[in-house]
């Protein structure tokens, strides 16, 4: 079976800091990696995600992710947050090969951005 | 708007009772999955319907059932419900089983008491 690891629970910033978020997660075959936005009410928004190519994926609003075989990671990265980021942000895997609809995911990293 | 529509939005149960919640997929999806989020966690996949059928199922118990009717929308159904049961629920669309875009609802926050 497959894990995921987010190892931040809740990670605080002022605007225009830079932020990384670490996501691991552990299965032995081949992923597709996901990172998912949840915005107060709001429902799980895709950020971005991986299936095979260019390791480092761009996604919307400027955020971005890097996989690293070697490290089972999927590390997610905006060089400058703002204080529309706050939110919940969860890593996903899914093997691939696999039903889509079926993804493990994190516990999530609450973010919270100061003005 | 990710265009998959759950209802109802909140409700509140108690011990022992059932409880249906329904899920509408975005338009042009036909497979469904349901995933149970519960406080401080990452949603956990409780089973997938695709051409009506139940395909995967992750590891709950069979209190939870479910159905897809032919129009693709789908239902949860939970029997016996016990305190631990409280959670979100969320529904997920996609087009087929492997699809590359999954899309997700807002949620039925169910509390049981």
């Known amino acids: 079976a497959q894990s995921v690891s987010q190892h931040n629970h809740h990670v605080i910033l002022s605007e225009a800091a830079s932020l990384e978020l670490g996501c691991n997660y552990s299965y032995g075959g081949t992923v597709n990696l996901f990172w998912y936005v949840q915005y107060p009410g709001q429902h799980l928004q895709l950020l971005l995600k991986y299936f095979s190519g260019d390791p480092l994926v761009k996604g919307i609003k400027g955020f971005e992710a890097e996989f690293i075989k070697s490290k089972f990671s999927f590390n997610l990265r905006k060089p400058s947050v703002q204080w529309s980021d706050t939110a919940e942000y969860f890593c996903?895997?899914?093997?691939?090969?696999?039903?889509?609809?079926?993804?493990?995911f994190g516990r999530g990293t609450q973010l919270t951005v100061w003005p | 708007d990710a265009g998959v529509t759950q209802s109802p939005t909140h409700l509140i149960k108690t011990r022992g009772q059932q409880v249906t919640l329904r899920c509408s997929p975005k338009?042009?999806?036909?497979?469904v999955s349901w995933y149970q989020q519960a406080l401080g966690q990452g949603p956990q996949f409780i089973f997938q319907y695709y051409e009506e059928e139940e395909r995967q199922r992750g590891n709950f118990p069979d209190r939870f059932s479910g159905h897809q009717f032919p129009n693709y929308s789908s239902e949860l159904n939970v029997n016996a419900l016990l305190l631990g049961d409280s959670a979100l629920y969320l529904c997920a669309s996609s087009l087929g089983r492997t699809g590359n875009t999954i899309y997700f609802g807002e949620g039925s926050w169910l509390t049981v008491v």
């Open positions: 338009s042009g999806h036909d497979t």
């Open positions: 996903a895997v899914n093997a691939k090969g696999s039903t889509l609809g079926r993804l493990y």
